[in-house]
């Protein structure tokens, strides 16, 4: 079954370090899509990335970036010099074609919740 | 912001009630899938609506359904509420092309409902 793990529960780190949140992934798909969303405490899910399996260059994104790894189905996430807005619940999703008939669910990881202090 | 609008933002009821949630698409999209997000559960998927066709259904209760009208507008209808039904609910669009599975799916910012 489809799955995605982000064992970090909660981080915790003063502004200015930098903080890689981890995501790993199980799937039998050989084409899958993965994304990550920012929950800020207003609430609202923010879409950041979309990277697709054929994919494995990493991504930057002024102080975001992405290692997409398939041979550890890992795809953590980093931000560099974190600042107090950056506080939010971050979560990794994996896109499943339910029956190869172009039906589509988001199948999210539990959420790593980071709080960056001044 | 998303494009993604979502009514009403909060809505307090009592157990045994009937709510209606409503969520706009973004312009254009043709696809609308319902999540739920709970302390317990996480976020789960609903549902999805493919320019007025029911296209997957995730864990979604006998006591929920949805529909997508003509103007692609979606309404999630809650019944028979019980206090585990309090959670934040999501609507989220996407284009709605062929190859769905790589669509991103935008949200919008969510109807949290509290069952008393």
């Known amino acids: 079954a489809q799955k995605v793990t982000q064992a970090q529960t909660e981080i915790s780190v003063v502004e200015k370090e930098d903080v890689t949140l981890d995501c790993v992934y199980e799937?039998?798909?050989?084409?899958?899509?993965l994304f990550w969303y920012k929950q800020p405490p207003s609430g609202e899910l923010v879409f950041l990335i979309r990277?697709?399996?054929?994919?494995?260059q990493n991504e930057i994104s002024g102080r975001y970036s992405w290692n997409f790894q398939k041979s550890t189905s890992s795809f953590n996430f980093t931000i560099t010099a974190s600042q107090v807005v950056d506080s939010a619940v971050y979560f990794c999703?994996?896109?499943?074609?339910?029956?190869?008939?172009?039906?589509?669910?988001?199948?999210f990881g539990a959420g790593t919740r980071l709080a960056v202090h001044p | 912001d998303s494009g993604v609008t979502q009514t009403p933002k909060h809505l307090i009821t009592a157990t045994g009630q009937r709510v209606t949630l409503r969520c706009s698409p973004r312009?254009?999209?043709?696809?609308v899938y319902w999540y739920q997000q709970s302390l317990d559960q996480g976020l789960q998927f609903l549902i999805h609506?493919?320019?007025?066709?029911?296209?997957a259904k995730g864990n979604i209760l006998e006591r929920f359904s949805a529909q997508q009208f003509p103007d692609l507008h979606s309404e999630l209808n809650l019944s028979s509420l019980e206090l585990g039904d309090s959670a934040l609910y999501f609507c989220?669009?996407?284009?709605?092309?062929?190859?769905?599975?790589?669509?991103?799916?935008?949200f919008g910012p969510g109807t949290r409902l509290l069952v008393l």
């Open positions: 989220a669009s996407s284009v709605g092309a062929l190859a769905v599975r790589k669509e991103t799916q935008y």
């Open positions: 799937t039998r798909d050989t084409t899958y899509y």
């Open positions: 990277r697709n399996s054929f994919d494995e």
């Open positions: 999703a994996l896109s499943e074609d339910l029956s190869g008939g172009g039906y589509n669910k988001l199948i």
């Open positions: 312009s254009g999209d043709l696809s």
């Open positions: 609506y493919y320019n007025g066709e029911e296209r």
